[in-house]
């Protein structure tokens, strides 16, 4: 397993990703609604919208998945934030930097996954959004322009979350 490594601007990075008072928060209809259409429109088990922090990825929504966070050391969206690109693997065991990772060999069984970045204002990337599997399939350039263009909802998502936030302070 080769674990991901943290981005150039990593201090940066993780302040703004704490700014935004997203981690730790509860669940949001808005974001369940874009995982749940992720897994029907992909015909995935597994999505979510994952916030990377320094030593774990937490899960804003999820669907299929049970735990609301993993190491980041494990996970494969860290991947992902630290190249700032989308990130598509057909099939986990033929992956060298995933076949051995306890997600892979043990539940939930990854075989696929495909995430894509999330930015916000800052240009920092603060996560993904990502489809797993549990058996290996194609992802063609159609299936990314979709991912694509849920992923700049879960963006957008992000920026009204903000926009309470400073509303209720009295900011805005």
């Known amino acids: 397993m080769i674990a991901p490594s943290s981005p150039d601007n990593e201090q940066a ?3 703004s990703l704490h700014k935004l008072e997203l981690l730790d928060t509860q669940a949001d209809n808005g974001f369940d609604r874009l995982t749940e259409l992720a897994t ?7 999505s979510m919208i994952t916030l990377v922090d320094e030593d774990r990825q937490w899960f804003k929504s999820r669907q299929g998945l049970s735990v609301c966070e993993t190491p980041r050391r494990i996970s ?24 051995d990772n306890p997600l892979v ?12 970045p999330l930015f916000v204002e800052s240009g920092a990337c603060i996560g993904t959004l990502c489809l797993i599997g549990t058996l290996p399939r194609a992802f ?9 263009l849920m992923a ?8 009204l979350h ?8 009295g900011d805005a």
């Open 13 to 15: 990075r993780l302040a």
């Open 40 to 46: 029907r429109i992909f015909d995935v088990p597994m």
């Open 76 to 99: 494969f969206c860290g991947h992902v934030v630290a190249d700032g690109v989308p990130l598509v693997i057909h099939n986990a065991l033929k992956d060298a930097r995933f076949a």
């Open 105 to 116: 060999l043990g539940a939930p069984f990854i075989r696929f996954y495909a995430g894509y």
């Open 140 to 148: 063609d350039e159609g299936d990314m322009d979709r991912l694509r």
């Open 152 to 159: 700049a909802l879960a963006e957008e998502l992000v920026s």
């Open 162 to 169: 903000v926009l309470r936030v400073q509303m209720a302070r």
